[in-house]
């Protein structure tokens, strides 16, 4: 059997499964977000929904809990929504303070007003991203306390928080 036959069709085969691959390979470069960028978009979000929250409360003197009505305000907030982030709104009743939680798989942070009183809290979930918590946030500090009763131990661990208030 004459082997030269068949050459051109080993020759396209092989680069129908080898070489047409590398060629119609999307533009080079990685497309998903890197730890670091995640976790910076994730701090700008908090402090987007901030603002737009003292907006929306200098405008209609109350804070809003619709995330809806924030992101149709700020379309980088929108974008940035589908990081993804994890975004929990509670305004109280009479809508005069707010809290809003912003976590990703990097970090997790916390901004609640109540009149002149702001409190932020940032707590990192992954270390060596290169993710720092802004300056001014309160990171929880733990105490532990072990009290032993007999032949019962009971372990407290509580968190300390220092508030700031504006002016």
């Known amino acids: 059997m004459d082997m030269r036959r068949f050459l051109p069709i080993l020759l396209i085969a092989f680069a129908a499964l080898f070489i047409l691959p590398q060629l119609f390979k999307g533009g080079g470069g990685s497309k998903s977000l890197s730890t670091k960028d995640r976790g910076r978009l994730t ?8 603002r737009l929250q003292e907006k929306e409360f200098t405008s209609g003197g109350k804070y809003t809990d619709d995330l809806a009505q924030l992101a149709a305000r700020d379309k980088v907030l929108a974008s940035e929504l589908t990081i993804p982030l994890a975004v929990d709104l509670d305004v109280s009743g009479t809508g005069k303070s707010y809290l809003a939680r912003v976590s990703s798989d990097i970090v997790s942070t916390v901004v609640s007003r109540t009149g002149p009183t702001v409190f932020r809290s940032c707590r990192v979930l992954k ?18 306390v072990t009290t032993s009763v007999g032949t019962t131990t009971t372990t407290r661990t509580t968190g300390t ?6 002016k």
Do not use: M
């Open 43 to 50: 701090l700008d979000a908090i402090q987007r929904i901030d």
């Open 127 to 144: 270390s060596r991203t290169g993710i720092d918590c802004p300056a001014g946030t309160a990171v929880p500090t733990a105490t532990t």
């Open 161 to 166: 928080i220092t508030t700031v208030t504006t």
